[in-house]
């Protein structure tokens, strides 16, 4: 069955340092991959996803996301972040043959001043 | 509309109760999802449509949980005789259709209570 792991539950960084985000996904054939963002009291918006190709993804507000399938891992990145970067990041994989976007538990990003 | 909406926003059910949530997708969305949020949890999968056309329904944790969209466009998800274990927040996505389903555009929830 397919399942999605991100194994940190939150992450503090300060305002202006990278980030990456990981995530490992497990399902046999190619996996389509999304990272979605949720900030408080707003719905879920996605950020960037990976089909096929080239298996670095750029996304909305400067994120990126990675591709490695001897890694099973998409981890997203952004060189800066930003105060309004703070919200809740979310992994998700489907399958060429069915439409369920299976999800990781989330990571809350806290931004320090 | 500009997005998907919800309503309510919020509900407070005592147990025992039926509930109706509300989902207005984007104009044109051929496919709509829903999804259940609990607390500190990804989203999970309960139901997809197509149109009208309830295609998956694999997700629906038990018979007292339906869901119909019976003119293609509105959704409403029906948990009837509610237990504490259902609340959650209840997502409702659509997005267009073919390759396209997969973008799918989320509402803010609705998050349910049940006492």
């Known amino acids: 069955a397919q399942s999605v792991t991100q194994p940190d539950i939150h992450i503090t960084v300060s305002e202006g340092a990278s980030l990456e985000l990981r995530c490992n996904y497990s399902y046999g054939a190619t996996p389509y991959l999304f990272w979605y963002v949720q900030s408080p009291g707003q719905g879920l918006q996605l950020l960037l996803k990976y089909f096929s190709g080239d298996t670095l993804v750029q996304g909305i507000k400067g994120f990126e996301a990675e591709f490695k399938r001897s890694q099973s891992s998409f981890n997203l990145r952004k060189p800066s972040v930003h105060w309004s970067d703070a919200a809740e990041y979310f992994c998700?994989?489907?399958?060429?043959?069915?439409?369920?976007?299976?999800w990781g538990a989330g990571t809350k990003l806290i931004i320090k001043p | 509309g500009a997005g998907v909406s919800q309503s309510p926003r919020y509900k407070v059910a005592k147990r025992g109760q039926d509930v109706a949530l509300r989902c207005d997708p984007i104009?044109?969305?051929?496919?709509l999802f829903w999804y259940q949020q609990a607390l500190g949890q990804g989203p999970e999968f309960l139901t997809y449509f197509q149109n009208e056309a309830q295609l998956d329904k694999s997700g629906l944790p038990s018979d007292r949980f339906f869901a119909e969209r019976p003119e293609g466009s509105v959704s409403t998800l029906k948990i009837q005789r509610t237990q504490q274990e259902d609340s959650a927040v209840y997502l409702c996505a659509s997005s267009l259709q073919g390759a396209r389903t997969y973008e799918q555009y989320f509402g803010p929830g609705t998050r349910l209570t049940v006492t």
């Open positions: 998700a994989v489907a399958s060429d043959s069915n439409y369920q976007l299976i």
């Open positions: 104009s044109g969305h051929v496919s």
